[in-house]
């Protein structure tokens, strides 16, 4: 290894280490940690806000160092209720505004990578590295504001886009700044790309969202156990499983409606929904008469590895909006983890991989009745499900296994440093 740089990761909205035990880290997390490790000093800048749980961390800014070499600087977010809502973008720009007030104060870092969205702490990202001639890799995991406007009826498309128009243009301002661009696949980075008109570059890079499986469960099984054996779920149950945000970004009703319909033809089969969100509610409301849906609500990491041990299928019920169709999410990456074939309602990226691998199901988008008969087909073919078991399996360790993808990616950052 070169010598030890002094890295800045900058990223709001996943979770961190001090939100209870058992935590899953994402992305910036993981490869905070593994660089730690490494001997490189690392910032990790988040928010005192909670993307999740909807609450505030902390009540002001504040730095807690989580192992040697690693630092955690929460800045002060602003809050807000609902992931679609002008409240999240002002959120934005309080923190964008922190970010530019607080970075001039550290020690200068080698290399930055910060997470888009937010688009305007990458500015400020942006801004602060030309200024002191710092090099910033702009990570894309999201199609904002583009997956925003989407969220809009498509009669009221055109006229948010116009509103948006501000937005877009300090994207492209990003895109067309930033030393690097990476993103979770070759699809999006060249989505950045083309939002920047610019041409790619050696250093313009994919690197996937993995996951990491060499943390040891163990010592809370029991606990994960009875935790959701007291839900009614148990190895000898059909489980299909879903982590995540219960949101607009899911297509939860055609789930429902297919486990009605099964309901009634194979009892054995227990849809268990894990996850809050805006439409949990919603959803609960229209499952109230299918007793074959469970929402356990928030899951820790532990409870999540022994459900994804004792379930049959790992769902991943996208809508085929153009982010999800360009994206590898970490959803289906985390179920491959487990050895879980895959069953999603989307192609595009994901869709071709699990085709090609054979580590999952497609199925028509918005069909319960295709899902519903996929499902049954799949009872039907235990020795199909064993296949499939394996090949998800594989297809994790030789490209998702977050030891590999996060070496690579902190690899990659030195270079980028280097490169300055």
């Avoid at 006229?159 to 877009?168: G, K, S």
């Avoid at 009872?379 to 998702?400: G, H, T, V, Y």
Wanted: proline share 5%.
């Amino acid at each position: 290894m070169s010598k030890p740089l002094n890295v800045w990761i900058v990223t709001v909205g996943e979770p961190l280490p001090l939100d209870g035990p058992n935590v899953r880290l994402y992305r910036s997390g993981i490869l905070s940690y593994l660089m730690a490790e490494q001997g490189h000093s690392v910032t990790w800048w988040s928010s005192t806000f909670d993307h999740v749980a909807k609450v505030q961390r902390e009540s002001q800014e504040r730095d807690i160092v989580l192992q040697h070499n690693l630092t955690l600087s929460l800045m002060r977010g602003l809050g807000y209720r609902r992931n679609v809502s002008f409240r999240r973008l002002l959120d934005h720009v309080f923190l964008a505004r922190e970010f530019r007030k607080l970075a001039p104060t550290r020690r200068k870092p080698d290399v930055i990578l910060v997470s888009y969205p937010t688009i305007e702490l990458c500015y400020e990202a942006i801004r602060f590295g030309k200024k002191y001639g710092v090099p910033v890799a702009v990570d894309v995991r999201d199609l904002w504001p583009d997956i925003f406007e989407q969220a809009f009826p498509r009669g009221m498309r055109k006229a948010v886009h116009t509103l948006f128009f501000p937005l877009n243009r300090k994207a492209r301002r990003v895109f067309q700044s930033a030393n690097a661009i990476t993103g979770i696949t070759d699809e999006i980075v060249d989505w950045a790309i083309r939002k920047g008109g610019s041409a790619r570059r050696a250093l313009d890079r994919a690197f996937p969202f993995a996951y990491d499986a060499s943390e040891s469960v163990d010592e809370d099984r029991a606990a994960a156990v009875d935790f959701w054996q007291q839900h009614g779920i148990n190895e000898n149950g059909w489980n299909i499983c879903f982590f995540g945000t219960l949101g607009r970004q899911f297509d939860l009703g055609t789930v429902i409606g297919a486990a009605r319909r099964l309901s009634q033809t194979h009892p054995e089969v227990r849809f268990v929904i894990c996850g809050e969100g805006d439409l949990k509610k919603q959803f609960e409301q229209l499952a109230g008469d299918v007793p074959s849906v469970v929402f356990p609500g928030w899951v820790n990491r532990v409870q999540i590895r022994v459900l994804m041990e004792i379930s049959r299928l790992g769902l991943a019920p996208y809508y085929p909006s153009a982010d999800f169709m360009m994206s590898l999410p970490n959803k289906p990456i985390e179920y491959m983890s487990a050895g879980l074939p895959v069953l999603s309602t989307i192609g595009g990226v994901l869709g071709d991989l699990l085709r090609q691998k054979g580590a999952g199901v497609v199925c028509e988008g918005a069909n319960a009745e295709s899902l519903s008969a996929n499902i049954v087909e799949l009872i039907n073919s235990p020795d199909k499900i064993a296949q499939m078991r394996a090949a998800s399996l594989e297809l994790f360790q030789e490209r998702f296994d977050a030891q590999h993808v996060y070496a690579e990616f902190s690899q990659y950052l030195q270079e980028l440093a280097q490169s300055a």
